[in-house]
């Protein structure tokens, strides 16, 4: 192979992405390369708007348009008001529960576990989780981390962070598989974890 610098950067770039490799990030780059036109041109300019426009939610951790600016009494990107929160680590398990359609509810996206590289309890957007039950008359917590040992550990965490609040805790039901990471599961799978979820706390609500 010739020593392109742009190119082998744009290898090293596409092989960071989930799932592929040094050999398919090559064959990815030389299919762009070979439709210049067609993809390389649309998605440059797809990747800049998405960097320009779109951010996380610094209280929700949804994904929404930067110039949408949430806050605790009012989430502007849902206007519908419900009083469940489903907490889960990350936007594709968010993806996964919506399209199964078996919750209808507010998300708090935590961004991660406790325990995943480079993640503190502080980045994790607990603090903004007990807020939004404060504020936001919520009946219920449902903790949707996975059967992994973080998520337990992170689903615990959250679980004592919350305890002042009053707030109705429940946890998806054991039916999923241990190591379980809910983006991965399928909708029988979720919806029979959701049915069956169990109350963790005594409180009322
Ligand atoms: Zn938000």
Redesign the pocket.
Known sequence: MQNITEIEDLIKLISKLPGLGPKSAKRIVLKLINNRNELIKPMAKALAEVYKNISR??????L?PTSVD?NYNN????EKKYDKICVVENISDQWSIESSSIYKGYFHILGGTISSAGHRKEDLLINSLVERVNKDNIEEVILATSATVEGQTTAYYIQDSLKKTNVKITKLAQGLPVGGEIENLDDGTLFSAFKNRSKLNSNSG
């Open positions: 939610c610094k209280i929700c951790g949804t929404k949430c989430c502007k990107i849902i």
